[in-house]
């Protein structure tokens, strides 16, 4: 059974410019959440998505934002982008509500913003 | 607002020790608790799922304990060896949340 995979793994942007990450859940899986991840906050929680529908939101500016499409694949997109928003992007699925079952991870997407 | 501790922040020990790394949370009313590895500029891996109902779980080397009444869970690593070298996250959630993690232990394991 294949994993959660997140392209592109690596992406150098620079202020200003927007940019759009991609999340393949789990065949099955119906819930995705995205993480941002930086050293010095740890985990952040963004958003996660079931059913294309947003079902929970993290402190984030509108900058952020996501969809989800009928096959459950998601996207999130940075808009505007700043200096601090270098981070690790990490997406996990699960098989229904994203706190009540085992989540499980993709690789993240490393984003360097110059 | 749940907060998530995991004390030590750094642990480094030799090889073929048992080891426990700790994980608090502020508020009780929690549905699961989660364990993970993260490898240096890697995903999360998911090591062991405790719902609010267990008491403990059990995978291979690894031990996992829940007692909800005092906030805390414990990851028992038997045996270490330097592979099982990264940083161990614990989360939380309550079931129509997202998890709540803590900033994890790194953990070095050394030959």
């Known amino acids: 059974k294949a994993g959660v995979t997140q392209t592109p793994r690596y992406l150098i942007k620079t202020r200003g410019q927007q940019v759009t990450l991609s999340c393949s859940p789990i065949?099955?899986?119906?819930?995705v959440s995205w993480y941002q991840q930086t050293p010095g906050q740890g985990l952040q929680f963004l958003f996660e998505?079931?059913?294309?529908?947003?079902?929970n939101k993290g402190n984030f500016p509108g900058r952020f934002s996501g969809r989800q499409f009928s096959n459950s694949r998601s996207e999130m997109n940075v808009s505007t982008l700043e200096l601090g928003d270098s981070a690790l992007y990490l997406c996990?699925?699960?098989?229904?509500?994203?706190?009540?079952?085992?989540?499980?991870f993709g690789p993240g997407t490393r984003l360097t913003v110059l | 607002k749940q907060e998530v501790t995991q004390i030590p922040a750094a642990l480094s020990v030799p090889e073929g020790e048992n080891l426990v790394l700790n994980c608090s949370f502020t508020?009780?009313?929690?549905?699961?608790l989660q364990w993970f590895r993260q490898d240096p500029g890697k995903g999360l891996t998911s090591l062991l799922l405790?719902?609010?109902?267990?008491r403990e779980q059990t995978s291979g080397r690894l031990n996992a304990s829940l007692d909800k009444s005092s906030g805390r869970s414990t990851l028992y690593i038997a045996a270490s060896q330097p592979g099982d070298s990264a940083t161990y996250l614990c989360?939380?959630?309550?079931?129509?949340?997202?998890?709540?993690f803590g900033k994890g232990t790194r953990l070095s394991v050394i030959a």
């Open positions: 998505y079931f059913s294309e529908t947003q079902r």
């Open positions: 996990a699925s699960s098989f229904s509500a994203s706190g009540a079952n085992e989540q499980f």
């Open positions: 405790i719902q609010s109902s267990q």
């Open positions: 989360a939380v959630s309550r079931g129509n949340t997202p998890l709540v």
């Open positions: 508020d009780s009313a929690i549905y699961n």
């Open positions: 065949s099955g899986h119906r819930s």
